[in-house]
């Protein structure tokens, strides 16, 4: 396994992003109001997990979309399962994951 993957994990803000992206793809101005965060911190943020290749991205117009890698689930699937399994016991995942739910998809105008 990477130690890049270790590196991008053991920061909060990058946890309650992948938990929020475990759910669905998400356009960064979703992941900024969910987790009220700048524009420009959960860039920051996303970029370590992409450099780790734990999500990947795609653009649509001016937005940009992340998901998690299907490649980083196959080839790191007992430590996806693990983080699937410990996000239910964690009180601010489980919040940031009610407020997605709670949210329509973003128009990111």
Known sequence: ?????????????RQRIFNLLMQRE?????????????QSNV????????????????????WAYYSISDTFINN????????CHSYTKNDILLQD????HATKQANCD
Do not use: F, T
């Open 97 to 100: 994951r009610d407020k997605l």
């Open 76 to 83: 790191n699937h007992y430590l996806y399962e693990h983080l």
């Open 26 to 38: 998400l356009c960064v101005c979703e992941i900024e109001k969910i987790l009220e965060m700048s």
């Open 1 to 13: 396994m990477d130690i890049e993957i270790y590196k991008a994990l053991s920061d909060e803000s």
């Open 43 to 62: 860039s920051r943020h996303l970029n370590k997990l992409k450099n780790a290749n734990m999500v990947v991205s795609k653009k649509d117009s001016q």
